[in-house]
């Protein structure tokens, strides 16, 4: 069985995602209901919901959005990684009350929708070092590009779980590897810093890859971190872009033909739980 660390809920009825006018295809609902569906289909029996980005205002709406789902009947949402804000003065009021929270396992700041300067700030990493002996994880959400502003976060913490989304996020469709390949190997010297197997579907030609298409960028990333630091996302419902949750698990499935047992279950289920106490 699987655990997707990596699903995104999008209600427009609930909340508002400023983003989603950039990207037509993923600006509609997409409900719980249709991923569980398809998810427990696909083997997926945990899930980890994580933010999207809504509106400022509403970021800790959207975790009791996501509370109320958690709390249905059989749910497969076993946990919560909430947006925030480290670059606001009112992150540790903000962190103090999400502590209170056991559903909230971790935080995101998407931080490549904004300048690069906003995560070297000095309030900013202050607030990251804020983690420190909490037991919250932080994902890093960076383009290939900004590796090395990741790298500079999670040394701020060495203590802290940092989990880097979507492979580091490679130029899979125009077969950028230089410098990505170089990053993924320096950024999986912390050994703080965990890789999420994940996106890369969106990241490839939508109209001609296949397994083989993402093995180089997957491999690249496992062969990094090795199969103790390494998670698997579905990235719901953003893997539409390039296919869908059936195509993606499908792909995932061949390319780790050859694995163990053993390292297929860390990668697939068995590292989830440990870090994030599922």
């Not at 491999?219 to 539409?240: A, K, L, M, Q, Y």
Request: charged share 20%; net charge negative.
């Amino acid at each position: 069985m699987i655990v997707d660390t990596h699903l995104h809920v999008i209600d427009p009825s609930a909340l508002d995602y400023p983003w989603l006018a950039s990207v037509p295809p993923l600006n509609k609902p997409w409900s719980y209901e249709s991923y569980a569906l398809e998810a427990r289909r696909a083997g997926i029996s945990q899930t980890l919901h994580m933010e999207v980005d809504v509106a400022p205002a509403q970021i800790e709406d959207e975790t009791h959005y996501v509370g109320d789902l958690a709390r249905l009947p059989g749910s497969l949402i076993t946990g919560a990684i909430a947006s925030c804000r480290p670059e606001d003065p009112g992150f540790a009021a903000y962190l103090d009350r999400q502590r209170e929270n056991p559903l909230v396992k971790g935080f995101r700041r998407v931080l490549h929708v904004v300048p690069d300067e906003v995560s070297q700030q000095a309030l900013f990493r202050d607030n990251i070092r804020r983690l420190s002996g909490t037991g919250l994880s932080f994902d890093l959400c960076v383009q290939a590009r900004q590796l090395p502003l990741a790298m500079a976060l999670a040394d701020l913490a060495p203590d802290v779980q940092f989990i880097l989304d979507h492979c580091g996020v490679p130029d899979i469709k125009g077969d950028t590897r230089q410098p990505w390949r170089e990053h993924m190997s320096e950024i999986a010297k912390r050994p703080n810093v965990t890789a999420k197997i994940s996106g890369v579907v969106a990241y490839a030609d939508p109209e001609s890859w296949v397994a083989e298409t993402l093995r180089p960028w997957v491999e690249h990333t496992i062969s990094c971190f090795g199969w103790d630091r390494v998670v698997w996302g579905s990235d719901w419902p953003v893997c539409t872009l390039g296919g869908g949750l059936m195509d993606w698990v499908a792909a995932t499935h061949a390319v780790l033909d050859g694995a163990s047992a053993d390292e297929k279950q860390k990668l697939l289920s068995g590292n989830a739980k440990r870090i994030w106490s599922l």
